[in-house]
T-cell receptor, first 115, second 109 residues
Framework: EPEVTQTPSHQVTQMGQEVILRCVPI?????FYWYRQILGQKVEFLVS????????KSEIFDDQFSVERPDGSNFTLKIRSTKLEDSAMYFC?????????????FGEGSRLTVL | RKEVEQDPGPFNVPEGATVAFNCTYS??????FFWYRQDCRKEPKLLMS???SGNEDGRFTAQLNRASQYISLLIRDSKLSDSATYLC??????????FGAGTRLTVKP
């Protein structure tokens, strides 16, 4: 069964460092998303990406965040200068269909710990 | 007001019980509705879509009331394996998917 894969599964970094989280969505999917979940809290929307551009972003997704789909397969989330409060599980998700149907498939997540 | 609001929980029920979760959404232009399940420290996974006419999948029944902007999930004959967090998810017109905070269910022997 096709799946969304994310790397790394866990990254520990120092505050102020840049972090890149990588995702390989399901190959024929059209819509790509990043969500984050701080431990014990809700799944929060960060950004959605369609047709090679950001379609929407939340208030969390400030200038420190960026996304890219550099080669048609990878979908990356970059945090330029990490803060302690960026520590969370980051989930990549993809969806194939337009219209009202279409299951959102999640990767297993990348846990980011900022020290 | 949050875009998607759910019962805060937690719900602690015995095996075999029937339990119901509620969810309300604020954006009347929302198009599609789903229930996802998230196990501890795992990714969310689709449990079921919610259709306007209501739909059932085994022990699970989902209902949608567009006029009241209300979605529900009913679990009958609950099993230990139903213990998880249940997430109400709403798809907006622009195809973005927004999550409720989730309701934690613990089914006890």
């Amino acid at each position: 069964e096709p799946e969304v894969t994310q790397t790394p599964s866990h990254q520990v970094t120092q505050m102020g460092q840049e972090v890149i989280l990588r995702c390989v969505p399901i190959s024929n999917h059209l819509y790509f998303y990043w969500y984050r979940q701080i431990l014990g809290q809700k799944v929060e929307f960060l950004v959605s990406f369609y047709n090679n551009e950001i379609s929407e972003k939340s208030e969390i997704f400030d200038d420190q965040f960026s996304v890219e789909r550099p080669d048609g397969s990878n979908f990356t989330l970059k945090i330029r200068s990490t803060k302690l409060e960026d520590s969370a599980m980051y989930f990549c998700a993809s969806r194939g269909q337009t219209g009202n149907t279409g299951e959102l498939f999640f990767g297993e997540g990348s846990r980011l710990t900022v020290l | 007001r949050k875009e998607v609001e759910q019962d805060p929980g937690p719900f602690n029920v015995p095996e075999g019980a029937t339990v119901a979760f509620n969810c309300t959404y604020s954006n009347s232009a929302s198009q599609s509705f789903f229930w996802y399940r998230q196990d501890c420290r795992k990714e969310p996974k689709l449990l079921m879509s919610v259709y306007s006419s209501g739909n059932e999948d085994g022990r699970f029944t989902a209902q949608l009331n567009r006029a009241s902007q209300y979605i529900s999930l009913l679990i009958r004959d609950s099993k230990l394996s139903d213990s998880a967090t249940y997430l109400c998810v709403v798809k907006r017109r622009n195809n973005d998917m927004r999550f409720g905070a989730g309701t934690r269910l613990t089914v006890k022997p």
